[in-house]
């Protein structure tokens, strides 16, 4: 489906990844203090590529407990995860000491990941709560752009309650190479963990509760194998979605209007949705378009996120325009897919398999494409595509593209089986 | 009798002569005595006397070397009575004897454009013809444009293939310029034209079948077998028009040509076709609901019955994720 150069997103990009605008930051005399105090505690993270020695990415952590323990993101060290006889992962202090590290444990769905040095730590991070009064500072430290530790202060702006995953609000720019590091308020406690930005001082910390959950599993289960990282993340991401997707399942969906069809809409807090139509008098056609999707991916590896769940409306009406002529037009829209950006890599996901059939929704005849590809590191979790056509009015019609993205079988065709039938005409389309 | 005509058969066979004599005798050898000289190494220095008779001719061997045999009879023969039209075996040459009145097979006629052929070079017909498919050309423009579009370029969206037919006619009338001497342009054009004006409808049609039957395989199959079975219809009314091939061997031609275009078209296909996509292919065909065929199922049953897409969504891990995964143990 063609989305009519009409992008409501808001673009999240992890700040491993993508580089954002460097603002100036007004270092107060507290920043300077809160540095002087925790510089030691915060390092770089760099995973080394053992082919060339040479760092092929950078992060930054803390220490956070006595005994070496560091925190950073599971995005800044996925590379050694998934290969972990091509990488090695090294820390450098502020001092310019570097060791390499082990990897203790991960948390896809919350991008964490912790490690553990060799050395004693000349001083660590206490973990503080991230349920704070909005306006309160924080303070982000890290790396930018590998250009040297440095300290930024920002504002907490509450919990993102209309989100899968709750991440802090952090209104202060992080940069790429800050990814991992600390956000820490007045008294030196770690507040949250700098994660991802979308630019223009809207940035987002992962709350300190899930490192926190994290270093208790370390510190009561045993060590993980190597081999065993891809079982454990294909365990915590069945389980995610498990989890999500039973609250959408048993969840009362709101629905909104869109032409002469009801449909579902924002199903949970989570999904929003935006809207636009358009009725040109040199357009052979009337069109209202809505699109709704989450906010959240689950990043995997560079090339493979997942996790999201979108979909998508475009109700066309014809103005007097012969039906052959209206129906080439209608499929035109309809034969473009969703691009599957999270995906494109033949190392990561299996080709789409493909059915259509006609199918009765509502006493309305629609063409229905079905699609599903799976994942090959994860073999239970599934990228799917349904995509709708209303097909039995000469002048009308809606499509509809709803794409979930690493899910489960059962989860997917019940969610596609709840999603159609919650497709409901309005009378004047039943006459 | 007194005249005879000898026809020779060389042995590849392939180039026949003749010769006529008027003398009553003929002398037959590799010697250049002879009244007809054979350069056949197997055949005798004097190898036969033919002297004519009442009703033929007496056939004599005088070499007594490789002898003579008669077609006939397969025998080899010391003397024998021929009759017009009866071959003799010397060496590894035939000669067939014939008198003057012997007769010949009825004129092989050159092939000529007839019935519809002829009759779709009439003006009125050619005219018929280029305004019936600049109506098909210009409705299809048309049924296929996003903006409405002004006559002057629907007109020149329909030129468009006219041009093509110009030039696939251009080509045959040059063909048909060399070999009959005669191109016949107006007939290549008026096929031409005829051709792609039936052609769009066919390829409709082959996606409403698709359509309706649901499988973008029916699609392709029916569009490969419609449009393929109308471009051999239409070759061989080219080849006709341009060539004085028989028909059989028309029919043979064209249909080779037809399959190596079909054949060659899909390996391409396989060939270039990507082995990953990262987005679905699906069968997107939208046809208006005015002619509805199967009933539709209802949500469960396309639900229950498409599961297989889940299994086959799986495919064999391959031996570079396997050494993948034994590279980290």
């Known amino acids: 489906m063609r989305r009519k150069d009409f992008l409501p997103f808001l673009g999240m990009a992890l700040i491993a990844a993508m580089p954002a605008r460097v603002s100036a930051q007004q270092i107060t005399d507290e920043a300077q203090r809160l540095y002087q105090d925790h510089n030691r505690s915060v390092v770089q993270i760099q995973v080394i590529d053992l082919a060339t020695g040479k760092k092929t990415s950078i992060g930054s952590g803390f220490q956070f407990s006595p005994q070496g323990h560091i925190a950073t993101n599971f995005h800044v060290v996925s590379e050694a995860v998934h290969a972990p006889s091509r990488f090695r992962v090294d820390y450098v202090r502020h001092d310019g000491a570097a060791g390499e590290v082990v990897l203790l444990d991960i948390d896809v769905v919350h991008d964490l990941a912790i490690l553990q040095s060799q050395d004693s730590p000349q001083g660590y991070l206490p973990l503080g709560e991230s349920h704070l009064l909005k306006g309160t500072r924080l303070f982000a430290m890290g790396n930018p752009f590998d250009l ?16 899968l995953y709750k991440k802090i609000l952090f209104s202060g720019s992080l940069n790429p190479g800050m990814s991992g590091g600390p956000a820490i308020n007045r008294e030196g406690q770690v507040i949250g963990i700098n994660v991802s930005t979308a630019g223009n001082e809207v940035s987002f910390l992962v709350p300190v509760e899930h490192l926190k959950e994290l270093y208790d599993h370390v510190l009561t289960q045993p060590p993980l194998k190597r081999r065993e990282w891809k079982t454990y993340i294909n365990q915590q991401l069945t389980q995610n979605q498990e989890g999500y997707m039973g609250k959408l399942l048993a969840s009362v969906w709101d629905t909104l209007k869109v032409g002469e069809a009801n449909v579902p809409g924002e199903i949970l807090k989570v999904f929003k949705c935006w809207g636009k ?20 991916n689950i990043f995997l590896s560079p090339g493979l996120s997942t996790g999201q769940i979108f979909y998508q409306y475009y109700w066309m009406t014809s103005k007097g325009l012969n039906p052959i002529r209206f129906y080439h037009l209608y499929e035109q829209h309809f034969q473009y897919p969703h691009p599957y950006e999270n995906a494109r890599d033949k190392e990561d996901v299996t080709n789409f398999q493909c059915d259509n059939d006609f199918v009765r929704v509502d006493r309305r005849d629609m063409k229905v494409l079905w699609c599903a590809r799976s994942y090959k590191k994860y073999p239970e979790l599934y990228d799917i595509n349904l995509s709708m056509a209303l097909v039995d009015q000469k002048d009308r019609g809606l499509l509809v593209e709803l794409v979930a993205l690493g899910v489960g079988r059962k989860n997917a065709v019940d969610f596609a089986r709840k999603f159609m039938k919650e497709i409901t005409w309005r009378s004047s389309l039943l006459k | ?11 590849l066979r392939f180039i026949k002569e003749y010769r006529t004599f008027d003398a009553p005798v003929v002398c037959v050898g590799r010697g250049y005595a002879n009244d007809l000289i054979l350069s056949d190494p197997h055949v005798s220095a004097q190898h036969l006397l033919v002297s004519a008779k009442e009703d033929g001719w007496l056939v004599k061997d005088i070499s007594g070397e490789n002898g003579m045999y008669v077609r006939k009879s397969a025998k080899v023969m010391d003397e024998v009575h021929a009759f017009s039209g009866d071959e003799i075996i010397v060496g590894r040459t035939r000669l067939r004897l014939l008198s003057p009145a012997h007769p010949v097979a009825s004129t092989k006629l050159l092939a000529s454009p007839h019935g519809f052929l002829k009759r779709i070079s009439y003006p009125v017909n050619v005219w018929s013809i280029l305004i019936l498919a600049f109506m098909v050309f210009t409705f299809h423009v048309h049924l296929r444009s996003s903006e409405n579009l002004s006559f002057l370029k629907l007109a020149s969206g329909a030129l468009g293939f006219l041009f093509a037919a110009l030039v696939w006619a251009s080509v045959w009338a040059f063909v048909g310029r060399m070999i009959k001497h005669s191109a016949q342009f107006v007939a290549q054009l008026s096929l031409s034209v005829l051709f792609l004006a039936l052609l769009l409808p066919l390829a409709t049609l082959s996606e409403y079948i698709g359509y309706f039957v649901n499988s973008m ?41 037809t399959s190596v275009i079909i054949a060659i078209m899909t390996l391409l296909y396989y060939t270039f076709k990507d082995e990953f996509n990262p987005n679905p292919v699906y069968y997107a065909t939208l046809k208006p609901p005015f002619m509805k065929i199967f009933s539709s199922q209802s949500v469960d049953q396309f639900l229950t019955g498409t599961g297989k897409i889940f299994d086959s ?9 396997d050494g993948d995964s034994k590279s980290q143990e």
Request: hydrophobic fraction near 40%.
């Open chain 1, 148 to 163: 040297g530790m440095s300290i930024m202060e920002g504002i907490y702006n509450g919990l993102m309650e209309d989100s």
């Open chain 1, 277 to 296: 139509s358009e009725d040109k008098e040199e357009e052979l056609y009337n069109y209202a378009y809505i699109n709704c999707s989450t906010n959240d």
């Open chain 2, 1 to 11: 009798m007194a005249q005879l005509v000898i026809e020779i058969i060389h042995p």
């Open chain 2, 217 to 257: 395989m029916t699609e392709t199959g029916s569009a490969v077998l419609f449009c393929g079975a109308l471009f051999t219809v239409f070759l061989i009314g080219n080849l006709t028009v341009a060539t004085h091939v028989s028909l059989r061997n028309r029919v043979v031609v064209c249909a080779t040509i």
């Open chain 2, 313 to 321: 969504a799986h495919i064999r891990r391959t031996p570079k994720a």
